[in-house]
């Protein structure tokens, strides 16, 4: 199992709609939590971490945490064309101390 | 939000020749740094993480001979590619910790080895 799972998608929302992107983890012990957005060609840009169980919300952004099942989700509403990325999922990991692992990343296409 | 910087942000070098990538934090201290390489199409990998004032640690795979990393301050590390090859060529990304975890990248830089 890999550490740090997502699908790859492509996920295809249309404009306006929600877009759902999931992540699934192997360390129970595991703290803190992280989604980076990722335009083609460029590097990595953090838009939420989330420490605790619940629901955390920044504008359009919403991270949900839940440990006992070991995932992390991200909910973009109203999704627009500009959100069109690949959607990192962070985690850290007991690793000798730990480490944050990327997961492989979310595709997500916005159709206008 | 943190800001971490990188230069160049593109070099082309011919093979056998040393490229040095700079990468500073620069609104505030990072102990620790990391460095990532993505080739197109693929996810990030973890080079190795670099501790201010110690040596770095090295991923499994990457030669540290090859990639020299040098922390020497709070906000400065930088990465070395020594006798560049062009299987070299990549997107070479850092990163720095502005809270333990919380990694804030900077905008990489592309290196073509011809």
């Known amino acids: 199992q890999k550490e740090v799972e997502q699908n790859s998608g492509p996920l295809s929302v249309p404009e306006g709609a929600i877009a759902s992107l999931n992540c699934t983890y192997s360390?129970?012990?595991?703290?803190?939590f992280f989604w980076y957005r990722q335009y083609s060609g460029k590097s990595p840009e953090l838009i939420m971490s989330?420490?605790?169980?619940g629901d955390k919300e920044d504008g359009r952004f919403t991270a949900q945490l839940n440990k006992a099942s070991q995932y992390v989700s991200l909910l973009i509403r109203d999704s627009q064309p500009s959100d069109s990325a690949t959607y990192l999922c962070?985690?850290?990991?007991?690793?000798?101390?730990?480490?944050?692992?990327f997961g492989a990343g979310t595709r997500l296409f916005v159709k206008a | 939000g943190a800001v971490v910087s990188q230069h160049p942000s593109w070099v082309i070098c011919k093979s056998g020749t040393s490229v040095k990538i700079e990468c500073r934090s620069l609104?505030?201290?990072?102990?620790?740094m990391f460095w990532y390489r993505q080739f197109p199409k693929q996810s990030l990998m973890l080079m190795a993480t670099?501790?201010?004032?110690?040596?770095?640690?090295?991923e499994q795979g990457v030669e540290k001979d090859k990639f020299l990393i040098n922390h020497a301050s709070l906000t400065l590390s930088t990465l070395t590619v020594t006798s560049a090859h062009p299987e070299d060529s990549s997107f070479y990304i850092c990163?720095?910790?502005?809270?333990?975890?919380?990694?804030?990248f900077g905008p990489g830089t592309r290196l073509t080895v011809t």
């Open positions: 990163s720095a910790d502005r809270v333990p975890y919380e990694q804030y």
């Open positions: 360390d129970r012990g595991s703290q803190s």
């Open positions: 989330i420490y605790s169980n």
């Open positions: 962070a985690v850290n990991i007991r690793a000798g101390g730990f480490k944050t692992i």
């Open positions: 609104d505030f201290q990072a102990t620790t």
């Open positions: 670099s501790n201010e004032g110690s040596k770095a640690t090295y």
